[in-house]
């Protein structure tokens, strides 16, 4: 059986996106990811066995092209054409230019399902799986249209496409319990939770994984590490975060493993201030290479606010990787957190809105050595049920009951 799978991450991409591809391939289905659609450059791959594609959108339209070619060899004409369509006739289409150049190359790869994360490509699924005939699988990666980072007017479009699509799925998962109840009250059907769990790792990987995450940080072996990992973005409260470096302990740093344009703001920060040795940023490492790295940390911050309702039920890749990784959180006190917290034990919740606050959360859980212990003895509890061998077979499962 082959499955078409659509995401629109155009830089990395998810590792929840590779980890469901991978465990279709492993079950004998073929796999094609379209992933992104405004990449740097267009390229195609293989990973485990999933045909990766990656796209390049040259902002033109196969319908104007159509257009342009029945014209007199004039280009001042075309030129005019091109500027009345774009402003003017594009307004009114429900199917823009961007949309028939997803939806070309989705058509490359006609499949028996149609597998779209994230709300951006609903839209492209829906037709796909309709032309086709065959079932639409939605992962709802986060409740995309809350994010506060969204102008209203894409807001309001993006809420329309989800009640318009969520009803024309055969299968409908998302992230978490909680994501879930907010789905099930909106649309009167419980989505299928699947955890952003990490892949187990070999045994004793982490055996020298405090040499190794203070090495590639330019610290000595004794140093205490605190980590962040994940895209470095305004809207996650990093600068708190950085800004709470300067409240660490001698001999303690802040590692910051991602990146995005807001690194440089952080970069700002710190420059010239007398505690800038303190916060070590190493830029992106590989989703196969994250786990060691991480495991060298002493403890790992997720540092989110709830400034929306994205946020506010958020369940983070990272958590699960630390967890996975032996290493105690923390984090600001949200829902999935203060869950985790109860359940497992691997996560202490407080206030990190400000930078004294985040320090002192920070310290006091690493100066406390039999806390620290505890913990992670907790994570190495969690991680036998936190972790993508048992998520992918829900993932199975849920997929042999699709009518085909």
Not at 9 to 16: E, W
Not at 255 to 261: D, F, L, R, S
Not at 339 to 360: C, F, H, I, R, T
């Amino acid at each position: 059986m082959r499955v078409l799978m659509m995401v629109p991450d155009c830089q990395m991409i998810d590792r929840r996106v590779l980890q469901q591809g991978r465990t279709l391939v492993e079950a004998g289905y073929e796999v094609v990811l379209l992933a992104g659609f405004e990449c740097a450059k267009a390229e195609e791959y293989d990973w485990h066995g999933v045909r990766v594609v990656r796209c390049q959108f040259d902002w033109d339209d196969t319908r104007l092209r159509a257009i342009r070619a029945k014209l007199p060899d004039n280009d001042r004409l075309k030129g005019l054409v091109n500027k009345l369509w774009m402003k003017v006739i594009v307004r009114g289409l429900s199917i823009k230019p961007y949309d028939t150049f997803v939806l070309a190359q989705g058509r490359r790869s006609r499949a028996d399902v149609v597998h779209v994360h994230d709300l951006p490509l609903l839209k492209h699924g829906v037709i796909l799986s309709r032309e086709w005939g065959v079932p639409l699988v939605f992962d709802a990666h986060e409740i995309y249209y809350e994010q506060e980072c969204l102008p209203p007017r894409v807001q309001r479009r993006l809420r329309r496409e989800e009640r318009r699509g969520v009803p024309r799925t055969a299968l409908f998962s998302t992230v978490n319990e909680a994501i879930a109840l907010h789905y099930e009250k909106l649309y009167g059907r419980k989505p299928m939770v699947l955890l952003n769990c990490a892949d187990r790792p070999a045994a004793g990987f982490d055996a020298e994984s405090r040499e190794l995450l203070r090495k590639k940080a330019g610290l000595a072996s004794d140093a205490g590490v605190v980590l962040y990992q994940g895209w470095i973005s305004g809207e996650r409260n990093l600068t708190t975060l950085v800004r709470a470096a300067e409240f660490l302990p001698a001999g303690s740093y802040l590692v910051m493993i991602g990146y995005g344009a807001h690194e440089a703001d952080l970069r700002a920060i710190v420059e010239g201030k007398a505690w800038a040795d303190k916060v070590r940023f190493l830029g992106r490492v590989e989703p196969e290479d994250i786990l060691p790295l991480t495991a060298g940390a002493d403890v790992g911050v997720i540092p989110y606010l709830p400034i929306d309702l994205n946020h506010e039920l958020c369940s983070p890749n990272k958590f699960f990787e630390y967890v996975q990784s032996g290493v105690p959180v923390v984090a600001h006190d949200l829902v999935f957190f203060r869950g985790m917290k109860e359940k497992y034990g691997v996560v202490e919740v407080g206030d990190l809105s400000n930078p004294a606050g985040m320090a002192q959360a920070i310290n006091s859980l690493a100066a406390d050595s039999g806390t620290l212990k505890s913990m992670r003895g907790a994570c190495a509890r969690a991680a036998e049920e936190l972790n993508w061998e048992v998520e992918g077979k829900k993932l199975l499962a849920a997929y042999r009951n699709l009518s085909v």
